[in-house]
């Protein structure tokens, strides 16, 4: 963000006694057992997520025009397919998502509260503060999946998704 400043006006103007993001010493503020090696900068070009939901929406046009659905490949479920928007928005874990339960979603504030149990690092809670996009996916699954305790339920309601089932 502040990289972005420095090249734009009027917020170059804000920055020019420094950077106040050079203050920060992340060995302090990380957690002593993070791996500051192990980061990663991998991420989808907006072609790619575009491709994406091209792809989505094909597979669901595809199925629906399709005279024998028992010849064509079925689309996502709905749920896997939010699933998957709300990872991409949220930048949470497959883990961390499909552990979500309803009363730790806050629909009303936009806030997603993952307990240190669900994180892979176990280390403190997180607060997730929701965008729109990731707000209105959320809203979405909740139509199709608030009657389970998980946000992405298993077939039996009595527990989560298991995260391998999203990734296949």
């Known amino acids: 963000m ?5 090249k734009r006006q009027p917020w170059r103007k804000l920055l020019v ?5 050079e203050l920060i010493e992340i060995e302090k503020i990380v957690s002593p057992d993070y791996d ?3 980061m990663r900068d991998r991420i989808l070009s907006v072609d790619e997520i575009q491709e994406l939901h091209a792809i989505i929406t094909r597979m669901h046009t595809d199925y629906d025009a399709a005279p024998n659905k028992r010849i064509v490949s079925q689309p996502l479920e709905a749920t896997t397919k939010r699933a998957i928007w709300i990872m991409l928005s949220t930048l949470c874990r497959v883990g961390e998502t499909a552990m979500a339960r309803w009363e730790h979603v806050d629909l009303a504030a936009g806030i997603w509260s993952i307990p240190k149990e669900n994180d892979k690092d176990n280390v403190a809670d997180l607060t997730v503060y929701l965008s729109a996009f990731a707000l209105d996916q959320f809203q979405q699954l909740h139509a199709h999946t608030s009657h389970s305790a998980w946000c992405l339920p ?10 391998k089932s999203i990734s296949k």
């Open 17 to 21: 006694n420094g950077d106040p993001m």
């Open 2 to 6: 502040f990289a972005w400043a420095r």
């Open 154 to 163: 298993a077939r039996n309601n009595e527990a989560n998704i298991e995260g």
């Open 36 to 38: 500051l090696d192990n």
